[in-house]
């Protein structure tokens, strides 16, 4: 391993500060805002560095680039410094409470750092073994950062020379890695291997949150244990994917989306940053544009209920002028550089004979039911969907009501939703059905599975039954 | 707010938790190199991208080496973009395959370069291929092929 993994650290920190700077005035304990810091961080530094480094290519200032995200780094960081210190002073005395639960929440984070401790196992046996990541890793994600960084001033015109690479993804995740190996200033293998801890630590530190937001103390560490022990979580961290990305802003996002409409403490983030985040889901992968969607309607019809507060006109303004840069990138690059014509063929002609082809129901709701055998394939769910699913159902018997009820309708709605539109996507794929359910299910469900640990442990299986009431005034800061 | 979680919930996270790591360190052992050696062709091919010399990105001299000295083969090579994507269009039928069977038979041997997703793919290629060589009379051998490697080596 070379010493390029200091670019990672120093990226990762610099997000975590500017993160410090933007983020968590809701937050009132050091733990509390340590997780805001290492939730949002990565999303605003990826988001920084791509966005500047893609639009940097764009306005033709080529080679230049790397002053750009230079210069980038350091007005955010000025920034983030002269903000820092306008910051409330952290609650000295957090919340009390039984001798059983801390030994519960003694137990959890105990857990937590076990797990974490295995990720850094995982870090360098992928390092060591595998050092160009998974399938998807190497033959799109971190190929496209290899062409980018090599190509330079001339990735534009060549982006789409390769169809098998699908040019047209979205490039958050490849600007990312570009970034850093410009700020390194030469390949390596540890840069591409070592972003997935940004990941990581994002889509846990978001759970534990977003749990924490509404259960007792310990069930955070414990859903944050929870979601980093599942096997596919482990399996894709440092295989070069964009899928974790996408379930790691997807929770960012609905953690901030969740105090917007809740409105009972101040809000962790401003309206513009959970916009940007919900534009760097677009900016990560086409599913990504799906589920941001789905996080923005689902929170809209939310705050229209009994327990929670209508976002003022300027929340609305806000969130939508964060999510520009990121939709804006994803259109310039789908529309000018790398047209792939994917729409066109899932909406051909044989559409309606796929959707109307009985087999093809039951071979995907198949796929679907059998992630919840635990030994399925390579067990690449564990227990975690029986234990969520189990949670879930009974759960739903008790009829949920007040903040729990809110909390799982935030985040397990989309969920519910998004599986049901990937289950539309597949019975009219154009690929060979069970090839595609093979090679992506697993990874879509990813995605979603943070929201679904919080919906759960943060919702459903939490005894609330006081209503909140939501401040007037409250929210945004 | 209930300041302590059910006693089951957090016995049965806890349990789940331990099961999945077993799990999560087994898959991880399972690790283990080299890489496919195809991705060093990905690799090259995108320098050679930057020249604009695509079709021929796909093997630098070095490559075209180390597949001759592996596989014995004489350097005949298709343009693998244009092989995997006419597969896939055409369903691994129409000429392509039989301009493999071809070149192999006229030839030494044959190399094919092609990106194979799934063993699926593969199989099909090779049962297609397998069904034209035994339609002219001509002995193919397989040398390497395996899905995702996207390397398939056929001796004549």
Redesign the interface.
């Known amino acids: 391993m070379d010493a390029s993994i200091v670019v990672v650290l120093g990226v990762l920190g610099a997000g975590c500060l500017l993160a410090d700077a933007t983020v968590g005035r809701g937050e009132v304990t050091l733990v509390e805002r340590l997780l805001a810091d290492l939730a949002w961080g990565p999303a605003i530094v990826a988001g920084l560095l791509s966005l500047t480094g893609f639009a940097s290519l764009a306005v033709g200032l080529g080679q230049a680039g790397r002053g750009t995200l230079l210069a980038a780094l350091a007005v955010a960081g000025l920034v983030a410094a002269a903000k820092r210190r306008s910051r409330p002073p952290l609650d000295a005395s957090p919340?009390r409470?039984?001798a059983?639960?801390d030994r519960?929440a003694l137990?959890?984070w105990t857990?937590v750092v076990?797990?974490t401790a295995?990720y850094g196992?995982?870090f360098l046996?992928?390092l060591?073994?595998?050092?160009?990541g998974s399938?998807d890793g190497?033959?799109i994600w971190t190929?496209r950062a290899?062409?980018w960084f090599?190509?330079g001033d001339?990735f534009p015109s060549?982006i789409g020379?390769?169809?098998?690479?699908k040019p047209g993804y979205p490039l958050l995740v490849p600007g990312l890695v570009t970034a850093e190996l410009t700020l390194w200033g030469a390949e390596t293998t540890v840069i591409p291997v070592a972003t997935g801890w940004f990941w990581v630590l994002a889509a846990a530190a978001a759970t534990a949150l977003a749990v924490a937001r509404?259960?007792?103390?310990?069930?955070a560490p414990?859903?944050a244990?929870?979601l980093l022990?599942?096997?596919m979580v482990?399996?894709a961290a440092f295989g070069q994917g964009a899928d974790l990305a996408v379930a790691a802003l997807a929770v960012v996002a609905a953690l901030g989306l969740g105090d917007l409409v809740v409105g009972d403490r101040p809000a962790s983030a401003p309206a513009w940053l959970i916009g940007l985040v919900l534009g760097l889901m677009v900016w990560t992968k086409n599913e990504g544009a799906i589920l941001a969607s789905l996080l923005l309607v689902v929170a809209a019809v939310v705050a229209r209920g009994r327990l929670t507060r209508r976002p003022r006109w300027t929340d609305w303004l806000g969130l939508a002028i964060g999510a520009v840069p990121g939709i804006a990138a994803t259109v310039v690059l789908k529309t000018l550089w790398a047209t792939s014509g994917e729409v066109e063929r899932y909406l051909a002609p044989d559409l309606w004979s796929r959707l109307a082809d009985p087999s093809r129901w039951q071979t995907v709701a198949g796929a679907f039911a059998s992630r919840l055998v635990?030994w399925n394939g390579?067990?690449?769910w564990?227990?975690?969907l029986?234990?969520l699913g189990?949670?879930a159902a009974l759960a739903v018997v008790r009829r949920p009501a007040g903040g729990a009820a809110v909390a799982a309708a935030l985040f397990g709605a989309p969920v519910l939703l998004s599986l049901a539109i990937d289950a539309g996507i597949y019975l009219i794929t154009p690929e060979?059905l069970?090839?595609h359910l093979?090679?992506s299910l697993d990874r879509l469900g990813l995605q979603l599975l943070p929201l679904a640990v919080v919906a759960v442990?943060g919702g459903l299986?939490?005894?609330?039954p006081?209503p909140r009431t939501p401040k007037a005034g409250s929210g945004v800061p | 707010?209930?300041?302590?979680?059910?006693t089951a919930?957090?016995a049965?996270?806890?349990?789940?938790?331990l099961?999945?790591?077993g799990?999560?360190?087994m898959?991880?052992?399972r690790?283990?190199?080299p890489?496919p050696a195809a991705?060093e062709r990905?690799?090259v091919?995108?320098?050679s991208?930057?020249a604009?010399v695509?079709r021929a990105a796909y093997v630098s001299d070095a490559r075209w080496r180390f597949l001759e000295a592996r596989f014995a083969v004489a350097p005949t090579i298709l343009d693998p973009?244009f092989v995997?994507?006419d597969l896939k269009a055409r369903t691994i039928t129409g000429f392509k395959i039989e301009e493999m069977v071809e070149t192999a038979a006229n030839q030494r041997g044959l190399i094919v370069l092609c990106?194979f997703?799934?063993r699926?793919?593969l199989d099909r290629f090779l049962a297609e291929l397998g069904t034209e060589a035994h339609r002219r009379g001509v002995e193919l051998r397989v040398r390497f092929a395996d899905a995702?490697l996207a390397l398939l080596a056929v001796g004549g």
């Open positions: 919340p409470s039984s059983a639960g519960d137990l959890s857990a076990a797990v295995g196992w995982s046996r992928w060591s073994q595998r050092p160009l399938w190497m033959g190929y290899l062409q090599r190509a001339a060549t020379l390769l169809v098998e690479s509404r259960a007792p103390a310990a069930v414990a859903a244990a929870l022990s599942t096997p482990w399996n635990p390579e067990a690449l564990g227990g975690t029986v234990l189990g949670l060979p069970e090839w093979r090679t442990l299986v939490v005894s609330d006081e | 707010m209930s300041r302590r979680p059910p919930v957090m049965a996270i806890l349990l789940v938790f099961v999945n790591s799990v999560a360190v898959l991880t052992r690790l283990h190199g890489q991705l990905r690799y091919g995108v320098r991208e930057l604009n695509a973009g995997a994507r990106d997703k799934s699926g793919g995702g």
